[in-house]
């Protein structure tokens, strides 16, 4: 489909000059929107890929978490793994907050105030105890594929926002720009082509008139 030219704009070389400033504009700002949907893309994809390598992770440390716990059960028992849960220690709490990927807000989990290492008042069982610290490791990893999820979407959103604005400037801004443009140095030339016309029928007017005189 042929694109139309903007309507409203007259055909002067002034308008031209201001088209051809606005084309120059918006095709620059198209080559940047491209680079930067290139650039989300390649960190949305290293995203994903860091997301694989901590489910893994995550997926390994609750298995051998799950198989201590259920060690202790056996040993223990199951009412007596609940009682000890229940007295188990606080991990601490976390604070949340965004950092900044190329002009992307994305989510960040402040770990530092987790208490990951301290023991309990008292082991009563060494799989038991083994068990707590690998569910605490896997927390943390837990909160890590948070912030990886947080940026995936946030990303994602981003580049989809970027993809509009290149297919806007890409189909419609651009080439009604330049549409715009062929039709005032269209106009242009005709109205040159006219007045180069009259003057040379005025100039051969003008001889006829002074050989006839």
Known sequence: MKEQAIEGIKPTRMELLRVRRRLELAERGHRLLEDKRDALIENFFRFIKRRDEIRKEVETILGKAM????DA???MGVDKV???ARLSRKVGEVEFFTDNVMGVRIP????????LEEGDRFIANLRLEEARMLFREALVKLLDLAE???AIRSLALEIERTKRRVNVLENIVIPRLQATRKRIEMLLEEREREEFFRRKRIKALMERRKVGG
Do not use: H, P, S, T
């Not at 198989?67 to 259920?70: E, K, N, Y």
């Open 148 to 150: 990886v999820d947080g």
């Open 73 to 75: 059960e056996m040993v």
């Open 82 to 84: 609940r009682i000890m």
């Open 108 to 115: 960040k989990i402040n770990k530092e105030n987790l208490k």
């Open 67 to 70: 198989d201590a716990l259920l």
